[in-house]
Each structure stands twice: as C-alpha cells, then as structure tokens.
C-alpha cells in the first residue's frame, strides 16, 4: 500500500463518513437525543460502508489479537457496549472511531508504535471518545444546524438554491468534520483510567 493511496482514498472516506453523518443526524430526526440502540445501528452502517471502502486487514490472529487488546482497555469504561476492533491496511499513522464502538486503527500505526503500550493508548484515546459520544455530539450538532437552516429557510419563504445548498453542505462538512480540541482533551482524560 503507498502512501499515494491513502491520499486518493481519504477524500472519498471523508465524503462517506459526511454523508453518513448527515444521514445519521436525518434519521434520528426529531427524536432529538440519539439513544445508546440507536448509536449502536448508525455505528454498524457506518463500520459497514467503511468495511467496504478501506482495505481491512483480514488475518485471524491479527485480528484477534487487536480486538482483546481493545475490548480489555474498553472493560473498563462505562458503556459496556460491544466494541469492534478493526486494522485497516495503510500506511498513513492514523485511528479514528464511529459510534457505537467501532474503532479503526492503521497499520501504519501499529508499525510505527515503540511497544504496545503505545497501540494501548492510541486504542484507550479512541475508546474515550466512544464513551464520550463525541459523534453522537457532532450528529446531534448537525441536526440542530440543519434545522435552523430550515426554519431559516421557511421564514423567507424559499428553498435553498443549489449553490446555497452546496455551500451549506461543505461548511457543515468543515465544521462537523473533526473533533474539536475539548472533545480530544476529554478522550485523553478518559483513556488514562482506561488504561490503569
């Protein structure tokens, strides 16, 4: 896998992971909070739809290995729901989690990790922000955003053109896109314990 992959295969994650957002922020519609069932649906579409996507690393043992590491780290938090364990096939030194528990991390990572007790806190970091709901956040925030652009849009008595909604599209994407710096720090603050 070069290096050249990940970058060509990046935007179109990005696009399916936005999608999927904004998808999981109209499916929940109005029932305003996102439920833990509900979290754990979007989370296996989302884990699917990436499954597809990314090159999964598919060895048995590998996987094992990385899914008792991660699900003894996850023991100690406070959801107790299942969590799933991926390694996706790159180069590039990254780990990202979707809701409901499902965790990617790079083989690029796991390479470049001194030990494994770095890999244990990369892991810790992505479960903190699980347990924190960081997605779930961000999916509730893209739901209120978009209904205040609908009202805003029913006060003026228009539908948004197809350049304003496109606009829309990609400022909500920059702005929804990554967690924010609170929402890092938080997931740090829960991986430690996590990891004691």
């Not at 496109?166 to 991986?191: H, P, Q, T």
Request: charged fraction near 15%.
């Amino acid at each position: 896998m070069t290096h050249g992959f990940v970058h060509a295969l990046a935007p179109r994650l990005r696009r399916t992971a936005a999608v999927g957002l904004l998808a999981g922020a109209t499916t929940v519609g109005a029932c305003g909070t996102i439920s833990t069932q509900q979290e754990q649906q979007l989370g296996a579409d989302y884990a699917a739809q990436i499954n597809q996507e990314l090159p999964i690393v598919n060895d048995a043992q590998v996987n094992a290995y990385i899914n008792d590491l991660g699900r003894e780290i996850a023991a100690a938090g406070d959801r107790h729901i299942p969590y799933r364990f991926y390694i996706v096939n790159a180069e590039a030194v990254n780990a990202f989690a979707v809701p409901g528990g499902y965790v990617y991390v790079n083989r690029g990572l796991i390479d470049h990790a001194d030990n494994m007790s770095e890999l244990a806190g990369v892991l810790a970091h992505e479960i903190g922000h699980v347990e924190e709901r960081h997605s779930v956040e961000q999916m509730q925030r893209v739901q209120n955003a978009n209904l205040g652009l609908n009202l805003a849009y029913i006060l003026l008595g228009r539908a948004p053109s197809g350049v304003e909604q496109a606009a829309i599209g990609v400022g909500g994407n920059l702005v929804f896109a990554r967690y924010s710096r609170g929402a890092e720090d938080e997931a740090d603050a829960v991986a430690i314990p996590l990891l004691m």
